[in-house]
């Protein structure tokens, strides 16, 4: 689902920078790519939560909190225990935000391609002063 997600931002990012010929078109993708990064913008803030807020509820309410690390640790202090669960926890946040991040840096890598977009664009026909 990862990678359809991906596929379909790559997508949107490139018809939004393709050369049209139109100047409504254009103006359209750039709207479009405007609107892509706000909603993914806004997609990862809310996915994200407030820092590590959700991670520590997470961890207030487990069941199966880390006790040990064998071989270095035997056993944890219930403090030590705790923070190696909110660890845990936040790990887990940090696997689902990874599809929203990937966007954007879909997007923003995007620009550097523009020139190849633009030579195997539309090719506007040439002008009558050059044919002389």
Known sequence: MTLVFLLLVLLAVLVADWPWR??????????????????????LYSDAGIGVGRAWRRAMTATDRVTS???????????ESGVTTMRREASKDVATLRPFLWALVIVG????????????????????????
């Open 22 to 43: 139109s100047r409504a078109a254009l103006m359209a993708g750039r709207t479009l790519r405007v609107a892509l990064t706000l909603g993914l913008a806004f997609m």
């Open 69 to 79: 690390a064998p071989p270095a640790f035997p056993s944890f202090t219930p403090y």
């Open 109 to 132: 890598v995007a620009p550097v391609l523009r020139p190849a977009l633009y030579k195997y664009g539309p090719q506007s026909p040439p002008s009558p002063s050059s044919a002389a």
